[in-house]
Antibody, heavy 120, light 108 residues
Framework: EVQLVESGGGLVQPGGSLRLSCAAS????????MTWVRQAPGKGLEWVSV???????YYADSVKGRFSISRDSFNNTLYLQMTSLRAEDTAVYYC??????????????WGQGTLVTVSS | EIVLTQSPGTLSLSPGERATLSCRAS???????LGWYQQKPGQAPRLLIY???TRATGIPDRFSGSGSGTDFTLTISRLEPEDFAVYYC?????????FGQGTKVEIK
């Protein structure tokens, strides 16, 4: 059974940094695309970043240069390093498996999300 | 950036009725790279449809997807009480990947 468990959210001041983790079980984070999606309070879904199984990374323009996606194969964990945080980064952050995993199957597994609040 | 515009914003229907949700893209989206998600309050999104028309594992056959080019549709043939939720379309063909703003299906 695939499980994704995010952690690392919390309250941070504007300009601060935070690292989110997504611990995976039932899959290897190195064998599939892994994606971060966020949702501001009361708003819709926003794609944030993706890490390809081959190592390529892509970012939304809103976070480019401030966020960095990575993974640890030993701990089978996906990360999102967030720096220079702004109030508009306040959101629930979800990690998701996909959309490519030996085929294009969409974002087929999601974590429960972790809340990041950027406020002074 | 491909902008996905979903309509209507809110759909008020009764259980047993048919729901038709639209997702229009600002540029061509290859059918392989179009998905639909359902989200209920306080929960993570759930994949319903990938590749425009393929139901994800465990999704009942009252959900169906169709479309091509710039126009895509999610249809729920007969609404069950558990189907009242927010639905998002998502394109993952051209970076930056994008989501539609969502359609809320509410009980009339």
């Amino acid at each position: 059974e695939v499980q994704l468990v995010e952690s690392g959210g919390g309250l941070v001041q504007p300009g601060g940094s935070l690292r989110l983790s997504c611990a995976a079980s039932g899959i290897s984070v190195t064998s599939t695309y892994m994606t971060w999606v966020r949702q501001a309070p009361g708003k819709g879904l926003e794609w944030v970043s993706v890490l390809y199984h081959g190592g390529l990374t892509y970012y939304a323009d809103s976070v480019k240069g401030r966020f960095s996606i990575s993974r640890d194969s030993f701990n089978n964990t996906l990360y999102l390093q967030m720096t220079s945080l702004r109030a508009e980064d306040t959101a629930v952050y979800y990690c998701a498996k996909g959309p490519y995993s030996n085929g294009w199957y969409g974002l087929d597994y999601w974590g429960q999300g972790t809340l990041v609040t950027v406020s002074s | 950036e491909i902008v996905l515009t979903q309509s209507p914003g809110t759909l008020s229907l009764s259980p047993g009725e048919r729901a038709t949700l639209s997702c229009r893209a600002s540029q061509h989206v290859t059918t392989t790279y179009l998905g639909w998600y359902q989200q209920k309050p306080g929960q993570a999104p759930r994949l319903l449809i990938y590749g425009t028309s393929t139901r994800a594992t465990g999704i009942p056959d009252r959900f169906s997807g169709s479309g091509s080019g710039t126009d895509f549709t999610l249809t729920i043939s007969r609404l069950e009480p558990e189907d009242f939720a927010v639905y998002y379309c998502h394109q993952y063909g051209i970076s930056p990947w994008t989501f539609g703003q969502g359609t809320k299906v509410e009980i009339k």
